[in-house]
């Protein structure tokens, strides 16, 4: 793929790449993706009408579950712009401020998805290993203050990693291996050393992917116990 830019668009503007090398399919290789996208859309959509308006699905389970199509919904419009701009209107060159906005959300949208994941297994934990406090522990207030947690917790640690990379002189090419922007790309087109940013993205992983990750193993772990002393 052939691109062209001057010097001082190379200053404001990243490239995206998409399928490079299958510029000549794009056409054809738009239709699965809407057709992805579509199903992911109106899938979550639908989860979310259907929790909202039947009664007996008010439960914290399914409250869960509406967050997890919610934030799959986020994630979802957040590469959709970019992806199939590439596709039907061959749209590479984003700003750096879009990117840097789109690339807060993909990555703060994750985060929430891990956060609601481990949500899910506490109430599975509760549901099946303390089964007669279940309605007073996960009471709709303190749902509501678990999801808001997840969001202000992803949200806050992903805040500084635009700043991080704002700092940074992009001496390289600005060409992206994506169809969105992604932080771990996006710091190696920097001139200047990227430890800090490294460290950072390191320190986030592991206080929210790797602890939820370890939570949500224990969680399965002491409802496989209590499941087999009962048998």
């Not at 794009?26 to 057709?35: E, K, L, Q, R």
Request: overall charge neutral; hydrophobic content about 50%; some cysteine.
């Amino acid at each position: 793929m052939r691109i062209l830019y001057n010097s001082s668009l190379q200053k404001a503007t990243f490239f995206l790449t998409g399928f490079q090398g299958l510029e000549d399919l794009h056409g054809w290789i738009s239709i699965p993706f809407c057709f992805i996208y579509l199903t992911v859309i109106i899938g979550n959509l639908s989860i979310i009408h259907v929790i909202r308006t039947d009664v007996t699905l008010h439960e914290p389970m399914y409250y869960f579950l509406a967050m997890l199509a919610l934030t799959d919904l986020g994630l979802c419009l957040s590469t959709l712009p970019t992806v199939m701009g590439i596709f039907w209107f061959d749209a590479r060159e984003i700003g750096i401020p879009a990117c840097f906005t789109q690339l807060f959300f993909i990555h703060t949208l994750s985060l929430v998805e891990s956060s609601v994941l481990l949500s899910m297994s506490i109430d599975r934990y509760v549901a099946i290993c303390n089964p007669l406090r279940y309605s007073t522990v996960l009471t709709p207030a303190r749902i509501i203050r678990m999801g808001l947690s997840s969001v202000f917790r992803s949200a806050l640690l992903i805040l500084p990693l635009p700043f991080l990379l704002k700092r940074f002189q992009y001496c390289h090419s600005h060409v992206l291996a994506h169809a969105y922007c992604l932080h771990l790309e996006i710091m190696k087109l920097a001139c200047s050393s990227i430890i800090v940013n490294h460290i950072y993205g390191l320190f986030v992983v592991a206080c929210t992917v790797g602890v939820d990750s370890l939570l949500i193993f224990l969680s399965y772990a002491l409802i496989l116990r209590t499941v087999l002393s009962i048998a």
